[in-house]
């Protein structure tokens, strides 16, 4: 799915939350042009962890996680499916409406709408959010405390182009917010509390592509999202020469990571004064691998193919100003470091939706 330049939220280095913040997102995509893609798809995630999936092609919701709630009450997929067709011709109908008022008849053109809600399970307090984007910008924003649409000047009278904007559609998007969508995120919460509040510990590796590239650290496999990765020296947390990916969503609902080290400056006697230094919300220790160069894989030295069980569809990047993956809707200039990809030895996974 691409991704416009809706930021995630980013945990401060060494720093982990105390309190758990659960979320609900919605992530619809509309294409017009010719790609590989489907022209609609839709993913719903909770706390960034793929639960359902539908496009134009496969109308019907699919699950993607064996949940006890989905097992349960099956007709609960059906709710996805009625908003999936229901969604696809909204969007299908505002696309047409943007190019033909931006005059962009011709060409790849891509809408999206994330909306969702987030809970703090300590504080009880709730978020709602709706934001939609428009070949990889920003495009149109709703503030929920003054119901008010806002959009960036240059854009400033699209929103009589989009669906649900106006007062009537505005109070129920609100309503949806505020109300059901707190109330459905905190129902699988409950259901799913042992998935949800798991923990799992990574695989590091330090990969690296030629013996003058960068290494990079990649941890993958971990649970929950709540995590840092950070490189020091001597005992010391160092950011000079370091580049920070974010975090990505596997297939099998654990997550990655990649920090990358410019060694080129670095004595090779002096390697193990360096660590990667992994931090996981849930476990008491840090994970801490030492720099050292027998333990690098390269696709130019030894070959090391990883676990099955973290691979699936590429982490594709940068298509026009946009992402062709589902990752949060994040930019595309935050893809994981360049290292840490060395042809088919690593495989960084994010969702095909």
């Known amino acids: 799915m691409y991704c416009p330049s809706f930021p995630l939220p980013s945990w401060g280095v060494g720093v982990l939350p105390d309190s758990m913040k659960h979320s609900l997102k919605f992530l619809l995509t509309e294409t017009s ?30 699950p993607k996680q064996d949940w006890e709630m989905v097992r349960q009450h099956p007709t609960h997929i059906d709710w996805y499916t009625h908003n999936c067709v229901k969604t696809q011709h909204i969007l299908k109908a505002n696309l047409n409406d943007l190019k033909q008022h931006l005059n962009q008849t011709e060409g790849l053109h891509v809408l999206q709408r994330m909306n969702g809600c987030e809970w703090d399970d300590e504080s009880n307090k709730v978020t709602g959010f709706i934001q939609y984007g428009y070949d990889g910008e920003d495009l149109l924003t709703l503030d929920l405390q003054t119901k008010t649409w806002i959009t960036p000047k240059a854009q400033a009278d699209v929103k009589k182009y989009l669906g649900e904007t106006d007062k009537r559609g505005t109070d129920l998007m609100k309503a949806f917010l505020v109300s059901e969508c707190p109330d459905l995120l905190q129902t699988y919460v409950r259901s799913e509390k042992s998935f949800l509040q798991r923990t799992e510990r990574p695989s590091v590796s330090f990969l690296q592509k030629t013996p003058s590239s960068p290494v990079c650290c990649h941890a993958t ?133």
């Open 33 to 62: 042009g010719e790609t590989n893609f489907p022209e609609f798809e839709g993913t719903a995630t909770v706390d960034n962890i793929e639960i359902g999936h539908c496009d134009n092609i496969n109308v019907k919701a699919k």
């Open 221 to 353: 496999g971990f649970y929950p999202d709540r995590a840092d990765l950070f490189w020091r020296k001597d005992g010391e947390e160092i950011h000079e020469g370091v580049e920070k990916g974010q975090i990505l969503p596997n297939h099998d609902g654990t997550f990655q990571m990649s920090s990358e080290l410019n060694v080129s400056l670095i004595r090779h006697e002096d390697w193990r004064r360096y660590d990667c230094v992994f931090q996981l919300s849930g476990l008491t220790e840090d994970i801490v691998s030492t720099l050292d160069k027998t333990q690098i894989q390269t696709n130019w030295g030894k070959i090391v193919n990883f676990s099955p069980k973290h691979q699936g569809g590429t982490f594709l990047y940068g298509v026009g100003m946009f992402s062709t993956s589902m990752c949060g809707f994040s930019p595309a200039s935050s893809h994981p470091p360049n290292s840490c990809f060395i042809g088919s030895l690593v495989t960084l996974n994010c969702p095909l939706v």
